[in-house]
């Protein structure tokens, strides 16, 4: 096997996840191929990365990103079906948003090992949530390479797959909600006299210290107690926030995206 990593789609999280991998593994372990040859460039003038033609990555390669939108996935598994039949040690990595791993082998028509992750933008800054669920045939040692893969990308996290897209909701989807948070925080500091660059430098500051201590501790309900003192300006601030029905919204948020992404299914 020539390459350990081969991404089809190099483009938002392909893109993303093989800039990842080629940081972790080295180019020269790495294949990549897009219809977009600027994309393929971009990577493999930073990594020393491979640039190969469909047929020739899937022939070649043991981990097979498979990083095209859902809706061209069926063309691509047919584009990649023949060359397959040449690789006698392969695993498909799709991260395709609402297609399960059956999906995947349905279409090409036969079994053959599939990870199905779902991850999210930030593994560009290596603090990514990157969800996964394996196939049955995906061995213990296969495993440990494919988290080796992804050491520079962020949090990988087994979950099953009935619960990927309850999880996406949240680590998927999230990233947006954050920056509109982000963003209002820096708003307001703006108001109260501060440039747009210190507010927007010291929210975000402010939003990875506290996911930090979040991640740490596991209670932020604890956290948030901490530092509310007894008639005080965050305790002010906190009932400002609940009288917005912040804690709902937020909640909103997550849910609305959930049920989008079933109805998305139908
Ligand atoms: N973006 C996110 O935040 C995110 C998060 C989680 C999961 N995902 C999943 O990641 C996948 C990719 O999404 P994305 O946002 O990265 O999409 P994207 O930016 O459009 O990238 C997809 C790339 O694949 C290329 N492509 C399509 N068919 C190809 C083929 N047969 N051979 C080679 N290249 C091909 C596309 O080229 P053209 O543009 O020329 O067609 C495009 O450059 C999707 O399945 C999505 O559900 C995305």
Redesign the pocket.
């Known amino acids: 096997m020539k390459y350990i990593a081969g991404f089809?789609?190099?483009?938002?999280?392909?893109?993303?996840l093989a800039n990842a991998v080629c940081s972790a593994i080295g180019g020269a372990n790495v294949a990549l191929?897009?219809?977009?040859g600027a994309?393929v460039r971009a990577i493999s003038e930073k990594h020393g990365a491979t640039a190969l033609e469909?047929g020739a990555l899937a022939a070649a390669s043991k981990f097979i990103f498979?990083?095209?939108?859902?809706q061209?996935?069926a063309?691509?598994l047919g584009?990649?079906k023949d060359a397959l039949a040449s690789n006698d040690d392969y695993v498909l990595v799709?991260?395709?948003?609402?297609?399960t791993k059956k999906s995947i082998t349905d279409t090409l028509g036969y079994e053959c090992k599939v990870i199905r992750?779902?991850?999210?933008?930030p593994a560009a800054v290596g603090e990514g949530m990157i969800l996964c669920s394996y196939s049955d045939g995906v061995s213990e040692a296969e495993k440990a390479q494919f988290l080796a893969l992804l050491a520079n990308a962020g949090l990988v996290d087994e979950i099953s797959e009935d619960k990927i897209d309850a999880a996406?909701a949240v680590s998927?989807c999230g990233?947006a909600f954050a920056y509109i948070f982000a963003e209002a925080l820096a708003d307001a500091g703006v108001e109260c006299g501060l440039t747009r660059d210190q507010a927007t430098k010291y929210a975000a500051q402010m939003i990875l210290g506290a996911a930090k201590m979040v991640r740490e501790n596991g209670n932020p309900a604890a956290l948030k107690d901490a530092v509310c003192s007894p008639g005080g300006t965050t305790i002010a601030g906190v009932h400002a926030l609940e009288d917005c029905g912040f804690r709902a919204a937020a909640m909103n948020a997550v849910t609305a995206a959930y049920k989008r992404t079933l109805e998305l299914k139908k």
């Open positions: 089809i789609g190099c483009g938002n999280m392909g893109g993303t191929c897009d219809l977009d994309k469909i498979l990083g095209v939108k859902p061209g996935m063309t691509t584009l990649i799709t991260m395709a948003a609402g297609l992750i779902m991850p999210n933008t996406s998927g990233p």
